[in-house]
Structure formats: C-alpha cells, structure tokens
C-alpha cells in the first residue's frame, strides 16, 4: 500500500479519535477544521487521550511522542496535498459533505482515496459529486475510535476493487477490525442498533416495564455490555431520532417509525446524557 500521509478533516469528537489512530499506526496525519478552536481543542484531546494509554501501558512513551510529532494541524483544506488517503469527519450534513467532497476532489492528489465517516450519508451519493466515485467509500469507525475495534467499511456502488483492499489493509495496520458492508441506509450498524433501541423505547412507552428494568433484561439476559436505553442517552436522543428517520424515510418502511416517546423526549430536550436526562437522569 502506497499510503504514507492520511489528511482528517473535521477535528471534532471523531476526526481527532482518527488521527490519534492514524498517528499511533505510524502515517503522517494532516488534522483539519475550519474552526481554529476547535482545531486547538481536537489536537489537546489527543494529547490527553494519549496520556491516558501511556498511563495504563497500552503504548510507551516513545510511541506517543512518536505519534504527536506526526500530527501537523491545519485550518485549510488545500493541506490535503499530499495524502493518499483523506477521511471526512465534519458534521452529518448531506450538503455539507457534498460540497466538502466536490473541494477535496478538487485538492486532494489524483491518486487519493476519499472516505467519510458518516454514520447514514448516502457513499455513493457523496461519490457522485466528485469525479472519481470508484476511489470514493465509507470508513465508519465507532466511538471512542482510539478503544473500539470495528470499522464498517461501506462501498459506495461505484467504489472500486482497489480502494474497498487498500481501506480495509489500512485499518488493519491502525489495529482495526474491519467489515465491508454495501452501501444501504444504515449500513449494518444503525439497520440493527436503532431499531432495537426504538422498540426499547415503544416497550418503556407501553408500560412493559420501567426503563431501568428494561436495561437489565438486556444486560443480564443478552449479555449487552449496557441496556439500550443507557446506549440510547449515551448516544444522544437526537442522533438516534435522526438515524431512524433516515432509515424509515429511506427503506420506506414502517417498521423504522420513531417511538412517538422518543420524539416527546427530543422535544422536551431530554437529549440523554449530555443533556443531564434522557430515559435516565445524570448528575
Ligand atoms: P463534531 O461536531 O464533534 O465535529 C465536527 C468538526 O467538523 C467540528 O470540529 C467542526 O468545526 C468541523 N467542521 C465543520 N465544517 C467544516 C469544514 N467545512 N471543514 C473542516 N472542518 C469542518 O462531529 P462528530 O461527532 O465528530 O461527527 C463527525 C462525523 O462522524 C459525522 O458524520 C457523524 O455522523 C459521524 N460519526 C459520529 C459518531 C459519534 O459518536 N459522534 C460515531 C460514528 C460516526
């Protein structure tokens, strides 16, 4: 694989998760947002996330400054130059994409992957606005990304051959397990999760039961690292409404409708954990 320098753009919760990865696998990362302080803040987070596997040994002290000196900041696109491989980590919104993508194709090497890692953005959509959809495809990395292991890699239907093997080589050397999957709304990680976490939501609506009992049924009896009601709040109500109108609006089924109680909830501004109160209340 000829992938030496891979350009992040978005530093936000995911892009700096990213390029903390990319770093520590041994690329050169080119870390990009428009927004300054947020730039600032992507590259401290790294920092900080990088003390904490050096205070644990998950890496050496070597490793980590190895993987700060490879992080250059940058406030412009035009420093995607010189990447092999650029990933797209800026707000869910088709239109940005679309437009950022049409930037990139512009900027970014002839011979450079795009990818992006939206979590229900059509990637042959996003591909359609460039002038190579075959080097165009889907790296869904999950979050925290320096601790989980998958990335969905989704093939738009132009993605080509050489770039579905080349991104799924490169996760592998990031430490990543990764999947291909086709390019269906939700991928296979949102198709299964929503769903399951809406009818959580219709259960607690219904008076099946209280949520906290829902969660252990589903922690104890299905083994689930946490309920889904928590997953849900931890999430974010939104983002979960959200999902699952793309999947309802897009698959045309009605078995994706919102839970009515998750769109009071979102309503109300119970957002989850981030809001203080979602299906749980936090301190
Ligand atoms: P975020 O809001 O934390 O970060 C987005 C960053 O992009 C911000 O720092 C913003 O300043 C920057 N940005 C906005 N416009 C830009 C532009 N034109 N050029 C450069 N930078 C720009 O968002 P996030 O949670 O990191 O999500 C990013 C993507 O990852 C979304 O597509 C989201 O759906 C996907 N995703 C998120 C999660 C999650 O748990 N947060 C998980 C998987 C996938």
């Not at 992006?116 to 495809?137: E, K």
């Not at 093939?155 to 050489?162: K, V």
């Not at 929503?194 to 607690?204: G, H, R, S, T, W």
Request: glycine letters at 10%; aromatic letters at 4%.
């Amino acid at each position: 694989m000829s992938i030496d320098c891979v350009a992040v753009a978005g530093a936000g919760t995911m892009g700096n998760g990213i390029a903390h990865v990319c770093a520590l696998g041994g690329f050169r990362v080119v870390l990009i947002d428009a927004d300054p302080g947020a730039l600032e803040r992507g590259v401290a987070t790294i920092g900080r996330n990088l003390d904490r596997q050096l205070a644990r040994d998950v890496i050496t002290g070597e490793e980590r400054a190895g993987a700060l000196a490879r992080i250059a900041p940058s406030a412009s696109l035009d420093a995607v130059k010189g990447a092999g491989l650029v990933i797209e980590a800026v707000p869910e919104i088709a239109e940005l994409k679309y437009e950022i993508f049409a930037e990139l194709d512009r900027l970014a090497p002839g011979h450079a992957i795009l990818a992006s890692n939206t979590s229900s953005i059509s990637i042959t959509a996003i591909a359609a606005r460039t002038g190579r959809p075959g080097q165009v495809i889907g790296m869904h990395f999950m979050n925290p990304v320096p601790v989980m292991k998958l990335v969905e890699v989704i093939r738009g239907l132009r993605t080509d051959d050489a770039t579905t093997n080349a991104v799924m080589e490169l996760s592998r050397a990031l430490g990543k397990t990764p999947v291909e999957v086709r390019d269906f709304p939700g991928f296979v990680s949102n198709r299964i999760l929503a769903p399951m976490i809406n009818e959580a939501v219709f259960a607690l609506m219904e008076g099946v039961a209280e949520a906290e009992a829902i969660d252990t049924v589903m922690k104890l009896g299905m083994n689930h690292p946490m309920g889904p009601l928590t997953l849900a709040d931890l999430i974010g109500l939104d983002v979960v409404l959200h999902v699952l109108e793309v999947l309802h609006r897009e698959l045309g089924d009605d078995r994706y409708r919102p839970c009515p109680l998750l769109r009071q909830y979102v309503a109300a501004g119970w957002l989850g954990r981030k809001a203080g109160r979602g299906f749980h209340t936090y301190a």
